[in-house]
């Protein structure tokens, strides 16, 4: 699901939730946040005036 802050700047972020079998039988629950790359948004143009 997606995690969104509530205060600025609103910061977005993915959390994956996985669950696979242990070699005991049971389950391992596997967290994973994810926040995109500050750097990660288009490149910006610049023109000469």
């Known amino acids: 699901y997606r995690l969104r802050d509530d205060q600025p ?6 959390v ?7 070699a005991g ?3 391992l629950l596997r967290i ?8 990660d ?3 910006t143009v610049m023109r000469a005036a």
């Open 9 to 14: 700047p609103f910061l977005e972020s993915v």
């Open 16 to 22: 994956t939730l996985q669950i696979v079998p242990d």
């Open 25 to 27: 039988g049971g389950s």
């Open 32 to 39: 994973i946040h994810q926040f995109d790359a500050a750097n």
């Open 41 to 43: 948004g288009p490149p």
